[in-house]
């Protein structure tokens, strides 16, 4: 199990922001905080969290779009 992971994909554009969640996972993080602001995101990244059968939690700080995905470990 690996710590909490923090992937910053502000200024990417999908699917990076999808592409990095997935990477996250593969690699084993249990828990991971996307920070993203493209529109097309959440979208996205629920999908890549609903495959990973993780959850997706989203949320604002500071004007910015954050998201939580936890898997079921």
Aim: glycine content about 6%.
């Amino acid at each position: 199990m690996t710590p909490k992971t923090l992937v910053d994909a502000r200024g990417l554009r999908c699917p990076w922001p999808a592409i990095r969640l997935a990477r996250a996972l593969r690699e084993g993080a249990t828990e991971v905080e996307i920070l993203a602001d493209d529109p097309a995101a959440p979208g996205e990244l629920a999908a890549v969290a609903a495959h990973a059968g993780a959850s997706l939690t989203q949320a604002e700080r500071d004007g910015v779009a954050f998201f939580v995905v936890k898997t079921k470990a």
